[in-house]
């Protein structure tokens, strides 16, 4: 699937030969192999180049390809801003900003301070006999039958439950949730993304409003209530914006990561069989599939005219941190294109430095028993015959991924 997009104007800082095309468009769906095809294409390229349609609405920026590179853009917090590297708040004309991902230094600080109580491993080793409960329930619905679409029948609907009982959410939402998940995440149209994060924003200002009223034990009880910034509470807009954040980065990234994990696994039967074998290879297994099919790319802007890495760059500029890249750099990573499960690798897709993800040990608890119940309940299992597996591209995800076994 592809879309049509407006002739570029290209700025005059841009040197000709730096400008590539580049087929992680956001929004559209291939056939192709993104990881094993297109990627090391991009690496026989220039460390960094120009692309005319990489930010969401089909709109320039620079891509970093190197894995030491996204490392120092990571830590460039002065250079390279990490306000507004999403469209949402915009989108629909509100201000809020996504946090505390979107704060710079030295305000991110007192963001993260606030939050990192909420997800330490302490707090989502809590949360482990409640997130196996939700991958038993799901998987021994089909366990049965020989066969599921993994996606629509598992990765979707399982971390949007866990999202839900964080929250303090009702689980007869997950429909509704999912809805509008595919919409802000996996939708070419600009409107039908913008009316999807309005639905979001509109609902989460509701349940903000009612713990101000009715405070409870959940995650939104704990933003209402905290203090910052020397005792006060806060405002209106950094709770939206916590609380979209939360909603972005606790629904779609663990469903992804789970379907090019379990997409591996169905076309490598050696490395399925080592897992059953070894399940205490899980851990380490996840993180290298991380590595190798890194899947979220997200965007600083430039915030002043600066020469990165040789290159000129100038204050509005959009620049791409594709971990899709990072993760199979050839000269970070030795055999890069190829999974080795017991590798131990030190990937960057849980991002690096000030912004390292808030929610990866919960990220990391839910992968780790999803793999662990699937393969303890299901017999060996593989793609469905004659199925061509096909991407959403933005964040990398299989669109459908229909799994068989001998029931």
Request: net charge negative; glycine share 6%.
């Amino acid at each position: 699937m592809s879309i049509a997009f407006a002739t570029p104007v290209i700025p005059d800082h841009v040197p000709e030969n730096l400008i590539r095309p580049f087929p992680f468009v956001f929004g559209t769906i291939t056939e192709a192999d993104p990881f094993n095809e297109w990627v090391p294409e991009v690496h026989k390229g220039p460390d960094i180049f120009w692309t005319p349609h990489a930010y969401p609405g089909g709109t320039p920026a620079w891509i970093v390809r190197r894995t030491q590179d996204l490392r120092d853009l990571y830590f460039d917090t002065e250079n390279f801003s990490s306000k507004d590297f999403s469209p949402y708040s915009k989108m629909i004309g509100d201000t809020w900003t996504n946090l505390p991902v979107e704060i710079d230094p030295p305000k991110h600080a007192m963001y993260r301070a606030f939050v990192n109580p909420i997800f330490t491993p302490k707090a989502m080793a809590a949360l482990e006999e409640k997130i196996r409960s939700y991958a038993v329930e799901y998987i021994e619905a089909f366990r049965a039958k020989g066969e599921c679409e993994y996606m629509k029948d598992f990765a979707f609907e399982f971390p949007i439950k866990v999202f839900l009982e964080l929250m303090g959410l009702p689980l007869s939402l997950t429909p509704q949730f999912l809805e509008w998940e595919t919409g802000l995440l996996h939708e070419p149209d600009m409107g039908k993304m913008a009316a999807a994060a309005r639905s979001v924003v509109d609902y989460l200002r509701g349940e903000i409003e009612d713990r101000r009223k009715n405070p409870t034990g959940d995650i939104i009880s704990y933003a209402v209530q905290a203090q910052i910034d020397g005792g006060r509470k806060l405002d209106d807009d950094e709770l939206v914006g916590f609380c979209f954040n939360l909603f972005i980065g606790g629904l779609d990234t663990v469903s992804t990561n789970m379907g090019g994990q379990f997409a591996h696994l169905a076309t490598h039967p050696e490395d399925q069989a080592r897992l059953r074998a070894n399940p205490e290879m899980i851990p380490t297994a996840i993180d290298e599939m991380m590595r190798a099919y890194a899947a979220v790319t997200t965007f600083r802007t430039c915030t002043r005219e600066v020469e990165f890495k040789g290159v000129r760059m100038m204050p509005g500029d959009k620049v791409a941190v594709c971990t899709t890249l990072g993760g199979r750099d050839p000269e970070e990573y030795d055999r890069a294109n190829d999974v080795i499960i017991d590798r131990k690798p030190k990937h960057v897709s849980f991002g690096y430095g000030p912004h390292l993800c808030v929610g990866m040990h919960l990220a990391r608890r839910e992968m780790r028993i999803a793999m662990e119940e699937f393969l303890a309940r299901i017999p060996a299992f593989t793609l469905k015959p004659g199925h061509t597996l096909r991407r959403h591209l933005g964040m990398i995800q299989p669109v459908e991924l229909p799994l068989v076994w001998q029931a």
